[in-house]
């Protein structure tokens, strides 16, 4: 195919993707706020603001574990929580075919309404907009997030710093498989459900245990933990060495990943989080996150090291080494 183009891969969360926002997307953004690669920006006023704004087509609009509405919701509020912030506005925009049965659009509604009760949020202003039939594939969603930080600095994926704990709250790989076999494309021999969750709470936890020792948060949607680790790797210029035994585990993700050929590592999330935190404050942090109910599997992955910097190297289980690449390529497309 031509490179002049839009590919599936350019939405895959790997190489492509990165290539594209960096070449086309991010010389439009403001040189001051909207360039530094995080999941929302942190601007200035009366006091500190965190915005976030993203757009959700994941297909099919209703998934083990979750829908449209909840995703709209987790995604946008996780985002300005991987700032360390706490999440207090939404607003929502929503794209609708010709045809669409009401009944989506009210339980895509519903979700919208209970997720934001969840997470405290206010849904303070929307859109909405129908196009022909056949002009789009069900219901679309746009949002935009506003937050508060919690620290004087807010967290960041330029923050890592070599010494630095890696945790994580769960197991990996539990949306891209839910989705997966939602379409049909997969038969699981043991149910899997979205991990779609809006994390503010957990992430308040965390920072009322560790203070300004919470360095770097980061969610592993597109592209899964593999892309997100190496985005802070590169980001921080640090190193990070991981142990696979110590990552929490899902049976039914590792079943139909080893039957799709696919790593765990790089399939999406909607309710992880992966924390970099300083030495002095990972035991009572990692005791807080498994004190929440969305962060009672967590664990301890590994350490951030001084280099080389961007790479992430893990131990397996069988005693060797292996880099986490960036992943390249299409990956699961609209699982978000």
């Known amino acids: 195919m031509p490179d002049d183009i839009i590919k599936l891969a350019h939405g895959g969360g790997g190489l492509q993707m990165q290539r594209l926002i960096e070449q086309e997307l991010l010389p439009a953004c403001d040189a001051t706020y909207g360039r530094g690669g995080e999941d929302a920006a942190v601007l200035p006023g009366a006091a500190q603001i965190v915005l976030t704004t993203d757009t959700f087509v994941v297909r ?105 704990a890696i945790l994580l709250n769960g197991p990996l790989g539990q949306h891209g498989l839910a989705v997966l076999a939602a379409r049909g494309e997969l038969e699981l021999m043991m149910t899997v459900e979205s991990d779609c969750a809006p994390l503010a709470g957990l992430v308040a936890t965390m920072v009322e245990a560790g203070g300004a020792g919470v360095h770097a948060l980061h969610d592993p949607t597109r592209g899964g933990m593999a892309a997100g680790l190496n985005e802070i790797a590169a980001a921080s210029g640090v190193g990070m060495e991981l142990e696979e035994g110590a990552f929490p585990r899902d049976v039914g993700v590792e079943g139909g990943c080893e039957v799709l050929g696919l790593d765990p590592l790089q399939v999406a999330n909607e309710g992880k989080v992966m924390a970099m935190v300083a ?3 990972t035991e009572q942090v990692l005791a807080a996150m498994k004190a929440h109910n969305y962060g009672a599997d967590s664990a301890l992955l590994g350490h951030v090291v001084k280099g080389p910097a961007g790479r992430v190297a893990m131990r397996t289980m069988l005693g060797t080494r292996r880099i986490v690449d960036m992943p390249s390529g299409e990956l699961l497309p609209r699982i978000c």
Not at 81 to 105: D, Q, S
Not at 116 to 123: D, I, N, Q, T, Y
Not at 128 to 144: C, H, L, P, Q
């Open 60 to 164: 099919p609009a209703v998934f083990p574990g979750g829908d449209l509405g909840k995703l709209a919701v987790c995604g946008t509020v996780n985002d300005v929580a991987m700032r360390g912030a706490r999440p207090v506005y939404l607003t929502l925009g929503l794209v609708v075919e010709e045809g669409t049965e009401i009944a989506l659009l009210r339980r895509v509604m519903r979700s919208v309404r209970d997720t934001c009760k969840e997470a405290g949020v206010a849904l303070v202003a929307g859109d909405f907009k129908v196009v022909e039939r056949g002009s789009g594939d069900g219901i679309y969603a746009n949002t935009t997030g506003v937050g508060f930080p919690l620290l004087p600095e807010p967290t960041s994926i330029h923050r890592a710093q070599p010494g630095d």
């Open 279 to 281: 030495p002095e404050v």
